[in-house]
């Protein structure tokens, strides 16, 4: 593994030849180039008809380049190719290709990898050599949009691997911080990297993931929220089981607690293995206040998924069925709210639950200032409207408009919508059979979570298996002189994260 | 590698096991049967439950770790054992299927006297059944979480602050009860404990260390939730009061008046539908560790299906509340009953073979 994670060169992109070959199974070019050698020829052929193609030759000697010109730094080529091989006759080229950045090639698939990661391939008397000049393509280092934190670290990952990669390289100043580059897709052949580190990271993890991220067999893989459901333990399930973020603090924090982080070329979220489902509930927020505001944020937001789950439900299963429930002081109001409202209280909750979902969606989709407008007209004809026009009652508004507020509190994008849509199911199950049916079917989600595994880890933790240093960290977020242990989940071979001094 | 049980949550799979239907009716049961301050009763019975899982531990410990069915079969030939088996199969899924009709059935009487108690049956029986594809780990952490749900509801106990009165539970010993002490009336109370006996078919499944641990803190759980709800019922109403309500607990929920919530039993009761899915799905297990003895080829998915099926087959045959608790009390005098004449059988077994193998250690008693 060492040989894998090594990477001398950071900017060196191209994965290795080895790591990127067993998902190349498109059985007719990729065998036949596997094992021929690598000719100028036979590499041109490959790219022919790319206008893109650069391919230059020198007068004084034999070296004959071959490039794609958007993917490469036109600055290094001119410093690192054009200027010492113009002037260099064929002695001093072969001279000159001794140095270390150019890498042999051994066959004519390594070599149009090479072009394809935005090396230069040099042919020169029947040998080969790839000379890395990628540019670093995509925008720069900028603010996260999804997840927001008021204190702490404004940076957020972006589409480019590399800076990505330097994002953590940065945080994390140790030479035990490993990167295995693989390669997934077989027409995008798209750049995965694994970090994790040394001596904290279990290994079985590493190499499991390792191997489920080899045997992915798609064409073309554009995200990190895309490659993590070709790698589920549980393909069918509702719940999103790899945590996914754009915060490299929280990924850095994530890789020191022994876990194993993955990151996709042309996204700008990773993704953290194992993962349990209450760790969607935290935020890195809950490190950067005191631990008295951390720890009641973290339980706000487990109110906030309660309420988001159960309280139109509760709403619809009281009204329909159990009216006793309500205290009589609390009734008259109710009754009188609902006597305009000409549906029962299920298909009521339904068409507002509908309404909201689809100006969150129609928010989401538009540009911020038109998004506000949606806000202010949606607000009015919800809040107001439809109350006056004996569409609905005050109290469902109420209930819709707090489990909508309650859902966002849950800082992960992908939970926070999965829980959205659960909602539903138990709203009609609240329908049918009133309390019965809410419950029963948080009965299911119960099981379905419970058979729910991450890497074969179980996803409860630390509820259950039941780890009690864990909850410190977990339900709520004790002081770090009490956080002396790194989470159960990840298995690390070095539990212990500080030795306080007494 | 397969994961262990640890004893923590064997404690609450004994603990949710041994919580049922039953204990809506808990507190006028023991008072029914054992009379003025029956909870004194209860503590004496659950010693007589302590002293059978030590019998379970005897097995353990002589038959080192290895499942029942090994050891049975060491010994008996596999043609006698199959009918066995399958009888012990049948009559845990009926088990099994008597404890979510008579909850269904009082849900019934409660909230919903025109829906179909068979339609409700199904209901919980398919959330057993899924419960039961996930396999005895999966299922420990599920009841884990359902354990927490159910025992958080403990603090409602706050709210009678002002209306339990001591003398209530008055000075006298065992009086009163409903027709005399018998050993039918104390066995009637000793069957809400049933339940431990599924440490039997634990023994693959679990930690070594901890198993004995977990089962002997489940019961000890199990008997202070009971104490703490009986005393909390002896306090609050009554002794004759006590003796003539049907359910007292349901009573005692619907006592609270929260600001904003009243009529609690309604969600309290139906948050039971856990405890109770979770015998359903328990004893369907054991049923399944039986039935996957006779047909190891069958596919699994099979046999839970074919459970499923038998399960809700049984439920429709009680259709009223009365023969409902009948069929259920004698099930659970049948399941106290086995859950000691096993343990004695695989120990006697169990004294032959290592007699046979040269006495070698580990033989009981």
């Not at chain 1, 090479?114 to 230069?120: A, C, K, N, Q």
């Not at chain 1, 999965?418 to 019965?436: D, K, T």
């Not at chain 1, 509820?463 to 770090?480: E, K, Q, S, V, Y």
């Given at each position: 593994m060492p040989d894998e994670s090594n990477r001398q060169n950071p900017d060196a992109a191209a994965p290795d030849a080895h790591a990127a070959s067993p998902d190349q199974d498109a059985q007719t070019t990729v065998k036949s180039t596997e094992t021929k050698p690598p000719t100028l020829e036979g590499t041109l052929k490959e790219f022919a008809g790319c206008f893109d193609l650069g391919y230059r030759t020198f007068p004084r000697n034999q070296v004959h380049a071959v490039y794609l010109e958007y993917l490469i730094d036109a600055d290094q080529l001119h410093r690192q190719l054009n200027q010492p091989f113009l002037e260099a006759d064929d002695a001093q080229a072969a001279q000159l290709l001794t140095q270390?950045?150019?890498?042999?090639?051994?066959?004519?698939?390594?070599?149009?990898?090479?072009?394809?990661?935005?090396?230069?391939?040099?042919?020169f008397q029947g040998q080969a050599y790839a000379l890395n000049l990628a540019r670093s393509i995509g925008r720069s280092i900028e603010q996260t949009e999804t997840e927001t934190v008021i204190a702490g670290p404004h940076d957020g990952f972006v589409e480019n691997l590399i800076e990505n990669i330097a994002l953590i390289r940065k945080r994390i100043r140790s030479s035990h911080l490993k990167f295995i580059s693989l390669s997934v897709g077989e027409v995008t052949k798209t750049q995965v990297v694994i970090a994790y580190i040394e001596g904290l990271a279990n290994d079985h993890f590493v190499k499991q993931l390792k191997t489920r991220i080899h045997d992915i067999e798609i064409d073309a893989l554009h995200e990190a929220n895309m490659l993590v459901q070709l790698i589920d333990d549980n393909p069918n399930s509702y719940f999103p089981q790899y945590m996914v973020t754009e915060r490299p603090d929280s990924i850095c924090s994530k890789l020191t607690s022994g876990r194993v982080v993955g990151l996709v070329d042309g996204s700008p979220s990773a993704f953290v293995a194992p993962t349990s489902f209450f760790e969607f509930f935290a935020s890195p927020d809950d490190y950067y206040q005191r631990w008295h505001l951390g720890t009641a944020l973290r339980i706000l937001r487990f109110i906030g998924f309660a309420i988001t789950i159960g309280f139109t439900a509760i709403y619809v299963s009281v009204t329909t069925y159990h009216y006793e429930m309500i205290p009589h002081t609390m009734l008259l109001n109710l009754t009188k709210s609902r006597s305009n409202v000409p549906f029962p209280p299920l298909y009521e909750a339904l068409l507002m639950e509908t309404t909201i979902e689809l100006l969150r969606e129609a928010g989401a989709r538009l540009p911020t200032k038109i998004g506000q407008t949606i806000g202010i007209v949606g607000g009015i004809v919800i809040g107001q409207a439809a109350v006056q026009a004996g569409f609905t009652s005050n109290i469902l508004i109420i209930a819709v408009a707090s489990s909508a507020i309650a859902s966002f509190v849950i800082p992960s994008y992908t939970?926070?919508?999965?829980?959205?849509?659960?909602?539903?199911?138990?709203?009609?199950?609240?329908?049918?059979?009133?309390?019965?049916?809410?419950?029963?079917?948080?009965?299911f989600i119960i099981v379905h979570l419970s058979g729910i595994t991450n890497l074969g880890s179980s996803y409860l933790t630390?509820?259950?298996?039941?780890?009690?240093?864990?909850?410190?960290?977990?339900?709520?977020?004790?002081?770090?002189?009490?956080l002396i242990f790194r989470p159960s989940q990840p298995a690390s071979p070095n539990r212990v994260k500080t030795k306080q001094r007494k | 590698m397969q994961e262990k049980l640890h004893g923590y949550h064997i404690a609450l799979i004994v603990y949710m096991l041994e919580l049922d239907v039953t204990v809506f009716s808990l507190p006028r049961i023991v008072a029914e049967n054992l009379g003025t301050n029956g909870w004194i009763g209860l503590i004496l019975l659950a010693f007589v439950a302590v002293c059978n899982i030590a019998l379970i531990q005897l097995v353990y410990?002589?038959?080192?770790?290895?499942?029942?069915?090994?050891?049975?079969?060491?010994?008996?030939?596999?043609?006698?054992?199959?009918?066995?088996y399958l009888l012990l199969a049948i009559f845990w899924i009926g088990l099994g299927s008597f404890i979510g009709k008579k909850y269904v059935l009082i849900y019934q009487m409660i909230s919903f006297p025109t829906t179909s108690a068979s339609l409700l049956y199904i209901s919980i029986a398919l959330l057993a059944y899924y419960m039961l594809t996930k396999g005895i780990y999966n299922m420990g952490k599920a009841i884990t979480l359902f354990c927490y749900m159910t025992i958080i509801l403990t603090v409602l106990l706050f709210y009678y602050t002002n209306d339990w009165e001591l003398s209530r539970f008055t000075t006298y010993l065992f009086q009163g009860a409903a027709e005399g002490h018998s050993f039918k009336n104390w066995l009637e109370v000793y069957t809400i404990f049933v339940g431990y006996e599924i440490t039997l078919f634990l023994f693959p499944y679990s930690d070594k260390k901890t198993l004995f641990k977990g089962v002997y803190c489940g019961q000890i759980l199990n008997l202070t939730i009971y104490l703490i709800l009986i005393m909390l019922c002896f306090g609050f109403f009554s002794f004759e009061q006590l003796k003539s309500i049907m359910y007292p607990v349901i009573n005692l929920l619907s006592y609270i008046e929260l600001p904003f919530l009243n009529r609690l039993e309604n969600l309290v009761f139906t948050l039971f539908l856990f405890s109770n899915v979770i015998s359903i799905a328990l004893f369907s297990w054991m049923a399944l560790t039986a039935t996957q003895r006779v047909f190891p080829r069958v596919k699994l998915r099979f046999l839970e299906l074919g459970i499923l099926a038998l399960s809700v087959g049984i439920s429709f045959y009680p259709s009223i509340l009365r023969d409902s608790e009948k069929l259920l009390r004698y099930a659970m005098y049948g399941e106290a009953g086995l859950a000691f004449m096993l343990p004695l059988l695989l120990l006697a077994l169990l004294f032959f073979q290592n007699k046979k193998a040269g006495g070698n250690g580990g033989t009981p008693a």
């Open positions: 270390s950045i150019f890498q042999p090639i051994t066959t004519l698939n390594e070599s149009v990898d090479s072009v394809l990661y935005g090396s230069t391939m040099l042919f939970m926070s919508a999965s829980i959205r849509l659960l909602r539903f199911g138990l709203i009609l199950l609240a329908g049918f059979w009133g309390n019965f049916g809410l419950i029963l079917g948080i009965g630390p509820a259950a298996p039941m780890n009690r240093t864990d909850w410190l960290d977990t339900f709520i977020r004790g002081p770090f002189s009490k | 410990r002589a038959g080192k770790g290895r499942s029942i069915y090994e050891i049975a079969e060491q010994s008996i030939p596999k043609l006698l054992l199959y009918p066995v």
